[in-house]
């Protein structure tokens, strides 16, 4: 749009020059007698379509478009809540790129099955924290889960029982056996009992699936400074610290559930199976808001900028034939 401003003084500096040249020759009244035709009028009014087309197509290539309101939409299915560990043995590499990006990979994979149902996120550490109220909106689904890692959560720890009540509280008052929390983690739980918070669950007919990240055999958890590693994590003594995938407990908390428990493992993260288990849930039907898609009104701009273009081009500078002859018939009856 700024362009338009220097076309008009571009226009100026050309209408002046012509005129300067003109009078080169002689006198500008005697100079427009060689050339009866042309017509002023026409040449500004060519500028002006040509201004106006300009300005359309501006407008057209930024798109405006229209379609705010929003509708309700039914959906059937179920509710998910999705625990994930991100304490500081999430880091540990067993599991390639590592146990936290593993996990992500795999519940953006879950996200693109889920038809209908609706998720939740929930991070934690010695603490837990939503990091995504239930909602079935999965585009805004990944993108939380693009933000999350081992830094979020000041507390470290391993507060599986923490997560489990937050996510029955995330589920609202309605029962139903149409819920689920899936727990992602590699099940050192030293905070809190787990068990029981299941067993908890349970008895409001939610179930709990629990998918262990890691091996048995453990890693040490590495340092970076930027992309560098440093090291790994050592105890007071100075021992390096190995995490260990603790599949007892992630065993028992599914059980006590009503769920199944999956290992993880690089070829497949195990999320297939909850998925299945997920689909035999009771469906219920639920009232979704959604803002209706936007709809592209590019089309109508760059139509009148073309309409313009077209009459700028067949629009000569000469005068017509009905002017030449109303100015010749004036000038006779004078």
């Not at 067993?94 to 990979?105: C, M, Y």
Request: hydrophobic share 45%; proline share 2%.
């Amino acid at each position: 749009m700024a362009l338009i401003p220097l076309f008009i003084i571009i226009y100026w500096i050309m209408t002046r020059w012509r005129k300067k040249a003109l009078l080169s020759f002689g006198e500008l009244a005697v100079i427009q007698q060689l050339y009866p035709d042309v017509s002023k009028s026409k040449r500004i009014w060519k500028f002006i379509l040509y201004l106006f087309a300009f300005t359309f197509l501006i407008i057209g290539i930024v798109n405006p478009q229209v379609g705010t309101r929003l509708e309700e939409v039914k959906r059937k299915g179920a509710d998910l809540m999705i625990c994930l560990d991100v304490s500081n043995s999430m880091k540990a590499e067993d599991l390639a790129p590592n146990r936290l990006e593993k996990a992500k990979q795999s519940i953006s994979k879950l996200i693109d099955k889920l038809d209908g149902d609706r998720l939740g996120v929930i991070v934690f550490g010695g603490e837990a924290y939503v990091q995504l109220p239930i909602t079935t909106d999965y585009s805004a689904a990944k993108m939380f889960l693009e933000s999350i890692n081992t830094d979020m959560i000041p507390t470290q720890g391993t507060a599986i029982g923490k997560a489990i009540d937050m996510a029955m509280e995330s589920f609202g008052k309605d029962e139903g056996k149409n819920k689920a929390i899936v727990i992602i983690t590699d099940g050192e739980n030293h905070e809190d009992d787990a068990i029981k918070a299941a067993e908890d669950a349970a008895e409001k007919g939610i179930t709990i699936h629990t998918i262990g990240m890691g091996s048995a055999e453990g890693a040490p958890i590495p340092l970076y400074k930027g992309n560098v590693r440093e090291g790994f994590r050592k105890d007071k003594e100075g021992n390096t610290i190995v995490t260990k995938l603790d599949e007892k407990m992630l065993q028992e908390i599914s059980a006590a559930g009503n769920g199944i428990y999956v290992r993880a493992s690089n070829s497949d993260a195990g999320l297939n199976n909850v998925l299945e288990a997920l689909d035999k849930l009771e469906k219920k039907q639920f009232d979704s808001k959604m803002y209706s898609d936007y709809e592209d009104r590019f089309q109508w701009f760059i139509a009148v900028a073309f309409l313009l273009l077209l009459i700028e081009t067949f629009l000569t500078e000469r005068k017509s034939k009905i002017y030449q002859r109303l100015n010749l018939f004036g000038n006779e009856k004078k």
